[in-house]
């Protein structure tokens, strides 16, 4: 076969999984939505798909259900595999038959989520967030976490679980609206956010090389945990920022 046809296939398979894992990315917050279309509409107002800017940053956050009992932030993942990881640790695994491969924990992805979003309701100190991991039921969860990770089929469960009052329903109505104005998901361009968080993980690498703490800025220093050496924050406890050494 000529060198030129060979490429040409190869490009085509490479397009066809890109779109294919756009299309499973999609399908899967497909799915959320309208599970959470199904939640009572006089406690639970729900916000598909928005993107925020606070600051240097952007976050691009799945779903956002503002409730009598606070705000939800919801992020889906689509991977299939085992996937196992810690509350603080720095990257997950997804496990494939043998095949591993590291993903960045989403809890501190969506921690990173809820701390734009406090920012653009800094109106709003005292409500609380509550952080949902939602995984297709094509993995197998297998992580040891006090933040919620679960599958699509049990999140409106998940959600129902919490029941402590803590807005009115003015302030829901505030919140909703201002999310609402504020998102910038039409003028959204993803090539510039991704640019973004390169520079933001230049940044931290940086921060790291010259031993500072990429949240805070205070040293770094070594730490020894229970199961592993890592990379601590001087400023513990008031920051818990950690770095796992590989
Ligand atoms: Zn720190």
């Known amino acids: 076969m000529p060198i030129v046809l ?4 190869i490009s085509l398979i490479v397009l066809f999984k890109l779109y294919q894992a756009d299309l499973k990315g999609a399908i899967g917050e497909q799915n959320v939505s309208l599970r959470l279309r199904s939640l009572d509409k006089s406690k639970y107002k729900v916000i598909n798909n928005v993107v925020l800017q606070a600051g240097e940053y952007t976050s691009q956050i799945d ?4 409730s009598d009992y606070g705000v939800f932030v919801i992020e889906t993942k689509n991977y299939k595999g085992w996937i196992l990881g810690h509350e603080q640790s720095e990257y997950w695994t997804q496990v494939i038959f043998k095949r591993k491969e590291k993903l960045y924990n989403p809890i501190r992805q969506n921690l990173g989520h809820i701390s734009t979003l406090k920012k653009c309701l800094a109106a709003y100190p005292t409500i609380p967030y509550h952080s949902i991991i939602v995984f297709s039921s094509r993995a197998t969860i297998k992580v040891t976490t006090t933040t919620d990770v679960v599958y699509t089929s049990q999140l409106l469960r998940t959600i129902k679980q919490y029941t402590n009052f803590n807005l009115t329903e003015q302030e829901k109505e505030n919140i909703f609206e201002a999310i609402k104005a504020m998102n910038s998901i039409a003028t959204y361009d ?16 940086n921060a790291i090389r010259d031993h500072k ?5 205070s040293d770094l220093i070594l730490r020894k945990g229970k199961f592993s ?3 601590g924050c001087t400023h513990y406890p008031k920051c818990t920022h950690t770095i796992q050494l590989q």
Do not use: M, N
């Open 190 to 205: 993803k090539k510039k956010h991704v640019q973004s968080i390169q520079q933001r993980i230049e940044k931290r690498k």
């Open 6 to 9: 060979l490429l040409f296939f």
């Open 229 to 231: 050496t890592f990379l």
């Open 63 to 66: 779903h956002i259900v503002i």
């Open 213 to 217: 703490c990429p949240q805070c800025g």
